[in-house]
């Protein structure tokens, strides 16, 4: 199962709560036999420590945590979830998903099932290549199925 969702940055706290309430009923439906793989502009900042986080933040994010990146954490905690573009050491160029003048942050995450992230071979941006404005294109290689043996 494929889900692409946004939340907007403007949105009061109650609307985000709704949000992360919504999705999270959502995803919990899906059987646990189905892959999920979450994707979107989430607007928060899971910085780049995993303190608190081991399962679900691969230690490779950017920059510091806000409170919105913390619910986004909570929240893969709470599905079992792993955030997939922190998974890996990468160069800023092939981090950073949102770029303004000078600022520069993640909020833009792919995320999957704990059991399926043994399937995820790489999560990178592509520097040249803008999905909406200030948005970098985040691109994730998976193997979603064993090769047969010859």
Request: proline letters at 2%.
């Amino acid at each position: 199962m494929f889900l692409q969702c946004m939340l907007l940055t403007r949105e009061n706290q109650r609307k985000k709560n709704n949000f992360w309430n919504e999705l999270l009923q959502l995803v919990s439906c899906i059987p646990q036999n189905e892959m999920v793989v979450l994707a979107g502009d989430m607007n928060g900042h899971v910085g780049s420590n995993s303190v608190g986080y081991d399962g679900m933040h691969g230690g490779h994010g950017f920059g510091d945590r806000n409170a919105d990146g913390s619910m986004i954490l909570e929240f893969a905690d709470g599905l079992n979830l792993v955030i997939c573009n922190i998974l890996f050491m990468k160069q800023e160029s092939k981090l950073v998903t949102y770029v303004a003048g000078s600022a520069k942050s993640i909020v833009d995450y792919i995320m999957i099932r704990q059991g399926d992230k043994v399937k995820v071979r790489n999560v990178k941006v592509s520097p040249n290549e803008e999905c909406v404005p200030k948005h970098k294109l985040l691109v994730m290689d998976m193997r979603l199925y064993n090769k047969k043996a010859t």
